[in-house]
Nanobody, 122 residues
C-alpha cells in the first residue's frame, strides 16, 4: 500500500512557475514508477508526466514538454513537478500517482493522491 500526498498548488499568473511535491508513505517508494496527471474543469483526467523507478527515464505529454520537469528523491520518498512558463490552460487539479509496472502509453496507475489545485490566471 502506498499513500500519496500532494502539495505546492496555488494561484499563479501566466508565465510564472510552481513546484508541486508528492510525498509517499512506505519504505518501497523506489520500487514504484511515479506520474502526474491533471483534470481541468469539465474535462477528463489526462496524463502529464511519468518517471521510472530510478528516475533515469521520463515521459512527457506534448502539451508540457519543455516547460515541466519531473524528478524524484528516493531517499525522501518524494517526487516533484517543476512547472515553468505556466499557461491558463494548465489550470487543473494535479494528481500524483504510483504504479509498480509502468506501461508507456497506457499510464495505468495503482495508487492516487487526492490532488492539489493549480490555477493560472491570464
Amino acid at each position: 500500500q502506498v499513500q500519496l500526498v500532494e502539495s505546492g498548488g496555488g494561484l499563479v499568473q501566466a508565465g510564472g512557475s510552481l513546484r508541486l511535491s508528492c510525498a509517499a508513505s512506505g519504505r518501497t517508494f523506489s520500487r514504484y514508477a511515479m506520474g502526474w496527471f491533471r483534470q481541468a474543469p469539465g474535462k477528463e483526467r489526462e496524463f502529464v508526466v511519468a518517471i521510472s523507478y530510478s528516475g533515469g527515464l521520463t515521459y512527457y505529454a506534448d502539451s508540457v514538454k519543455g516547460r515541466f520537469t519531473i524528478s524524484r528523491d528516493n531517499a525522501k520518498n518524494t517526487v516533484y513537478l517543476q512547472m515553468n512558463s505556466l499557461k491558463p490552460e494548465d489550470t487543473a487539479v494535479y494528481y500524483c500517482a504510483a504504479t509498480g509496472e509502468l506501461r508507456v502509453g497506457y499510464w495505468g496507475m495503482d495508487y492516487w493522491g487526492k490532488g492539489t489545485l493549480v490555477t493560472v490566471s491570464s
